[in-house]
DNA sequence: GCCAACGTTGGC
DNA sequence: GCCAACGTTGGC
């Protein structure tokens, strides 16, 4: 378990499921995370109410794309029993469920786009799991981390409309 | 589309 | 339980 530890970065490639995809939706149970680490982040240390920055990744620019929160506990990810799914896992059974899957909702739209490379500008931002294991889905962010992400999205825009 | 990084699988 | 081979993620 991790403790005081209540702000995380989710990461969906927005070709498949974008942040507006959720804002349209409201909510999503955010299924077909297939690697141990991300899901025991979501079992075991996911609370409802904590935040999350939605993350565009294989994307051009790949970035912070909005707020989201968790809106529900980790339960089995029901993709993982269908056949049908490109998440199906045999392994995975209702009566011994592999995987997991926390529901997050729709929380506030960010004034900017927080792009990866803006990230990787800031001294402050440098331990950030994101710069360091790019494999990890589903990851816990700092506190500060996670304030000084929504700063910088208040000052592009701040920036931008200056130039304008 | 390439490929580095790295998680997973399975043979031994 | 090691580790080579393989598959996937994700930046560029």
Known sequence: ????????????????????????????R??????????NY???????????????SNSNPSGVAGIARVSA????DESA?????????ERSTP??????????KYEDDLPSFVSLNEIKKQPQLKNMILLHNSRLSVQPVTATEFK?????ARQN??????LR
């Open 1 to 28: 378990m991790i403790s005081g530890k209540r702000y995380w970065l989710m990461k969906s490639e927005p070709d498949l499921f974008s942040f507006q995809d959720l804002k349209r939706r409201k909510h999503t």
């Open 30 to 39: 955010w299924d077909g995370v297939r690697n141990y680490m991300a899901r």
């Open 42 to 56: 979501m079992m075991h240390d996911m609370k409802v109410g904590d935040l999350v920055l939605f993350y565009h």
């Open 73 to 76: 506990l980790a339960a089995p």
């Open 81 to 89: 029993f269908d056949s049908t799914s490109p998440y199906f896992d």
């Open 95 to 104: 009566q011994n469920p592999r995987w997991f899957c926390v529901e997050v």
């Open 148 to 152: 000084l992400i929504r700063e910088l």
């Open 157 to 162: 825009r701040v920036t931008s409309g200056a």
